[in-house]
């Protein structure tokens, strides 16, 4: 009865290669996000799903792809990694967009 | 600039003493969250306020939502170094596309 997990929860990748971060739920929410976190900014949204096969942009999308073919599964691609995408990201996951959301424990991921 | 305003952007309080963090916008709050994050770690729901005056306790943690519903203030009694964190409010705004929006974020530490 994990809940919401996340993997890798640290990773150092180079400048232009692909990275995918993973998360995982286990109380078939419908919603699921991902956010970055970084000094000065807060939580900001990347994209969310409402449900399987349903994504959607949020504030800060550019540079990123989400799929979502199983309830469960969120994962969150950086086709190609940018230094300005080192940061701390959270998935999150609940029962509607604008609802309480429970959160992973983050991947810090660092872009040399 | 961040739709939601959180102060202080930190604190440092001696063990026992009272603490209040502020979040305030210039936008109506349709829901208001608080979430406490350990150094490090995901973010954790604390409280969730929808009604203008309205006022909810868990422990010795109060939150409270204005009449206008564009502030809220977290309280905490007799503080102890296991309330030391990060404190963030989110919020749904109904703007933004429903998307929730978060604070900075205030940094509490408890000093025995």
């Known amino acids: 009865d994990a809940g919401i997990t996340q993997s890798p929860r640290y990773k150092i990748t180079e400048t232009g290669r692909q990275v995918t971060l993973m998360c995982h739920q286990t109380?078939?929410?419908?919603?699921m996000f991902w956010y970055r976190q970084d000094l000065g900014h807060g939580l900001r949204l990347i994209y969310y799903s409402a449900a399987a096969d349903i994504t959607d942009k949020g504030e800060v999308p550019d540079g990123y792809v989400v799929s979502r073919s199983k309830t469960e599964n969120f994962p969150l691609t950086l086709e190609s990694a940018t230094r300005s995408q080192t940061s701390v990201y959270f998935c999150a996951s609940g029962l509607a967009r604008a609802d309480t959301q429970y959160f992973g424990p983050g991947t810090r991921l660092t872009v040399l | 600039s961040q739709e939601l305003e959180q102060s202080p952007q930190s604190l440092i309080v001696q063990e026992g003493k009272n603490l209040t963090i502020n979040c305030t916008s210039s936008?109506?709050?349709?829901?208001l969250y608080w979430y406490k994050q350990k150094y490090g770690e995901g973010l954790i729901f604390l409280m969730m306020l929808q009604k203008g005056g309205e006022e909810k306790s868990h422990e010795k943690i109060t939150a409270k939502l204005d009449e206008k519903k564009q502030q809220s203030s977290l309280h905490i009694t007799a503080s102890q170094p296991s309330h030391a964190g990060i404190y963030l409010c989110g919020a749904d705004m109904r703007v933004y596309n429903n998307d929730m929006r978060f604070g900075a974020g205030t940094r509490l530490t408890v000093k025995p």
């Open positions: 109380w078939s929410h419908s919603y």
């Open positions: 936008k109506t709050l349709y829901g």
